[in-house]
């Protein structure tokens, strides 16, 4: 018999290959309606499926050889949490960056609450610190 906790894992990883292979329409089936995605640096949680597959899309448009290695998961409860490992080539603009060419690594700890067989709300942290310094121009020497 499969436990929630694994049952929620298991989406989680559903939901990691889908990213992965582009797969946005798959993604935001996994979401519920009212998605609530907890963003380091915004005051409030942002909603809804559309704003999930806003910030997918610029990932994807800026790394389109993501890949998503899921260092550790576990779950209790209604929770799951991830460290994950994403990796890929610079190759479309990321914020306030051009594209570099550069192959970029960082990590993030995310954590997910689930509603039934859906994604309801994400908490997630990643090292954005490390991938901006990863795609900086290089300062200009003396």
């Known amino acids: 018999m499969t ?11 559903t939901a990691y290959r889908s990213l992965e ?4 329409d798959a993604c935001v089936e996994l979401l519920t309606e009212d998605f609530i995605a907890n963003v380091p640096g915004l005051p ?6 559309e704003v999930w597959r806003q910030g ?25 949490t991830v460290l994950v490992n994403f990796h890929g080539t610079h190759q ?3 914020q306030q960056f051009e594209a570099t060419g550069r192959r970029v690594a960082y990590r ?8 039934g067989d859906r994604i309801a709300e994400e908490w997630v942290a ?16 003396p």
């Open 44 to 49: 409030d949680p942002l909603h809804g499926r």
């Open 3 to 13: 436990t929630t906790a694994e049952k929620n894992m298991a989406l989680l990883h």
């Open 108 to 115: 993030s700890v995310e954590v997910y609450r689930i509603e």
């Open 21 to 24: 292979s582009g797969e946005l």
């Open 92 to 94: 479309g603009a990321f």
């Open 126 to 141: 990643p090292d954005m610190l490390s991938l901006m310094q990863q795609i900086a121009p290089a300062p200009a020497g």
């Open 56 to 80: 997918a899309r610029a990932m994807l448009d800026a790394f389109p050889d993501l890949k998503i290695d899921v260092q550790d998961m576990f779950g209790t409860g209604d929770k799951v």
